[in-house]
T-cell receptor, first 114, second 112 residues
């Protein structure tokens, strides 16, 4: 099992450009999440999905959109990138809902917006 | 508001000495508590969790954590630190089905 994978690993964008980050998991997990990690702020939840075809907003959703067309994939889109979106983005997944389920994380995508 | 606090940004400990990384939480209801570790340029890796039962939880790589309900704390501990334990440690709490709240992280440096 590859677990949770993310592409790309690094990306540099100019302000106003768009891009899509791809997250894939091969563990048949129902739940998937997108976080951003900024220095001194820990991880903050952007959007999450509780199953194929469903998405919901997290703590910091503004400026991002997501889609979950297939169970194994969770896409994070930036329509018009801003320097404030410079961050490291992590995808995570866990099995069917349960408070005791730990999340499995991908290796991260480092995004710089100039 | 629900939150997780890690009061120390940095913890330094000599190799072979015991280590403690502190975490306190504020969540409604019974919390489910987690510790994760992050090595440079890597994603978070699960270390251990507290769900219910024994207040002392044992996890990966010799780490353990003590749940203290009265002090709303979940401190991470290890009896004898290794240089390879140097990393960024995150405490997290879950109250609802989906929301996992993370602390800001504590950088542990083990000095040879």
């Amino acid at each position: 099992n590859a677990g949770v994978t993310q592409t790309p690993k690094f990306r540099v964008l100019k302000t106003g450009q768009s891009m899509t980050l791809l997250c894939a998991q091969d563990m048949n997990h129902e739940y998937m999440y997108w976080y951003r990690q900024d220095p001194g702020m820990g991880l903050r939840l952007i959007h999450y999905s509780v199953g194929e075809g469903t998405t919901a907003k997290g703590e910091v959703p503004d400026g991002y959109n997501v889609s979950r067309l297939k169970k194994q994939n969770f896409l994070l889109g930036l329509e018009s990138a801003a320097p404030s979106q410079t961050s490291v983005y992590f995808c995570a997944s866990n099995p069917v809902s349960g408070k005791n389920n730990e999340q499995f994380f991908g290796p991260g995508t480092r995004l710089t917006v100039l | 508001a629900q939150s997780v606090a890690q009061p120390e940004d940095q913890v330094n400990v000599a190799e072979g000495n015991p280590l403690t990384v502190k975490c306190t939480y504020s969540v409604s209801g019974n919390p489910y508590l987690f510790w994760y570790v992050q090595y440079p340029n890597r994603g978070l890796q699960f270390l251990l969790k507290y769900i219910t039962g024994d207040n002392l939880v044992k996890g990966s790589y010799g780490f353990e954590a003590e749940f203290n309900k009265s002090q709303t704390s979940f401190h991470l501990k290890k009896p004898s630190a290794l240089v390879s334990d140097s990393a960024l440690y995150f405490c997290a709490a879950r109250a609802g089905a989906n929301n996992l709240f993370f602390g800001t992280g504590t950088r542990l440096t083990v000095i040879p």
